[in-house]
């Protein structure tokens, strides 16, 4: 053990550092919905596919508002760190939701993939506040019903919001055993390592926790929405 | 860089742990609180607190996600504080945006207050959202925190990663941009920081568990440029970072670059080292990653003797 005094030899704590940094072949499409490769599809969206007055609803609710004053700059999706996942970049997204092509917004990953970080909404040059778009965009997949079934972020949502609503906190093991039997139970398995890990170091519980004032919780939350 | 000198710092915090720094996040709350005993500041935690409505919540529901942040705030009040001190970057982010848009949208406004009436709860607004950054910072201030310093700091450089919650649109912690408040504090207490460019790149949240090959990339790239940068630590504000940065370094060393192991501290660990904390009260032994570094930098003896 060396004394606080004693001069450490230098980078003798790093560790070493490879002649160059190993890259990540990452997959191009983490998620792919299957598709009937037999299926021609046509590329474009026509005019009257679009719907302006469901734009409209989208841009009267809170944080939307600033929607029509995007200039389409791009910036959005340059700072985005998921960005390169997205199938319509976030610029694209406000751009189809302008145009009133919601079928397309609605059904399109990026609004799940979005992990609410808001780097685009401190640099978007015009103030839209993105982050809450997405949000809203979320709901509103939601709420027509054609978030997608085993996907696991929206599946981690609705997980997440029946164990509040049920016990006011979360357990971080029951949500993601949930989630795991809901999308992937293999699963498990690739999570072991992180897990046995976790309980070593006594980071993850059993025990659900929740408040005690359960009755002032139902009584705070309007009557459950459907979801999922 | 020093806080106000007039009026010194309040004696006493109540405090929002929220889900994390009673699970994964336990040596945030750990360290967090003796990190405040050292500094001679009582910490009260919220009575009975309940999920502040993150992330995850308010994507299905954003009315009852405000209702669930305005019963923690009621709650404050209803004890007596103004403020509300919130440790987790995703509780201090819901818990701003709820006082902001109650200000700005009159219909919020209305749901919540319906909402708190049926709860029995004081409908009030005006209870203000603190974070211990910030607390430090402003109310404390570094002078008066390397007042009460009793060690050298006896470890490498540090990269301080601010994450993105923490910083972003509704916050006062520091610049959403460029933040610097924790190198200030590092600095000034002789522990040495390196040029950080990813300091507010989100690490993904919870996508290391939904979707792994997307979250286990993007806390490689912060692991990686802290290493370049020169760092031999990461030091961090968010329960949800420090755990996707330690917790699945081990996945990213089996996938991606054997020979990474940088230990990720919370920012309450160095500070409540240099104050005099010990290794198992500041949660020092709940770090998975880069253990042998950790062991090394901090048994050092309790004397005034710096290594910088």
Known sequence: MPSSTEKLPAGAYNPPMPEAFPVVQGPVAVFTRAKDESVIRRRIRYQREADVSWTERVVSQPGCEGLYGCIQCGTCSASCPLAIYMDFTPRRIIQLVREGFHHDVLRSQTIWLCASCYACAVHCPQDIHITDVMYTLKREAIAANVAPKRFPIPVLAGVFYDMVRKHGRTSEFWVVLRLLLRTNPLGFFSMARTGIALLRTRRLSFVQDRIKARGELQALLPPAEEVH | ?308
């Open chain 2, 1 to 308: 860089m020093s806080a106000p000198a007039q009026a010194g710092p309040p004696d006493r915090y109540v405090y929002f742990p929220g889900c994390s720094l009673k699970g994964t996040g336990v040596a945030y709350e750990e360290s967090l609180l003796t990190m405040f005993r050292k500094l001679d500041i009582g910490v009260d935690e919220l009575e009975d607190w309940n999920c502040c409505g993150a992330t995850s919540y308010m994507a299905i529901s954003e009315g009852s996600a405000f209702a669930l942040a305005a019963r923690n705030l009621a709650l404050a009040h209803r004890a007596g504080a103004r403020e509300l001190m919130a440790p987790c970057s995703a509780c201090y982010l819901v818990l701003m945006k709820t006082l902001d848009y109650r200000k700005r949208y009159p219909s919020v406004d209305k749901s919540v207050r319906e909402a708190l009436d049926r709860a029995g709860l004081p409908a009030t607004n005006g209870v203000r959202v603190r974070h211990p950054l910030e607390i430090l910072y402003n109310d404390i201030g570094a002078a008066r925190i390397k007042s009460k310093v009793v060690r050298g700091w006896t470890g490498g450089r540090l990269a301080c990663y601010y994450g993105c919650q923490a910083v972003r649109p509704y916050s006062e912690v520091d610049d959403p941009h460029q933040p610097t408040r924790m190198e200030q504090l590092l600095n000034a207490i002789g522990v040495p920081t390196v040029d950080y460019t990813l300091r507010t790149k989100c690490c993904g949240g919870s996508l290391t568990g939904t979707i792994p090959t997307v979250g286990l990339r993007l806390n490689y790239e912060l692991l990686k440029e802290s290493v370049r940068n020169g760092a031999e630590a990461i030091v961090t504000i968010c329960p949800l970072c420090q755990f996707n940065l330690d917790a699945y370094q081990g996945q990213i060393r089996a996938d991606i670059w054997k020979a990474l192991d940088v230990p990720v501290l919370y920012l309450t660990q160095v500070l409540g080292w240099m104050l005099g904390g010990e290794w198992r009260e500041l949660g020092l032994n709940r770090s998975i990653s880069g253990v042998s570094v950790l062991k090394r930098w901090f048994s050092a003896p309790k004397e005034k003797e710096a290594y910088v």
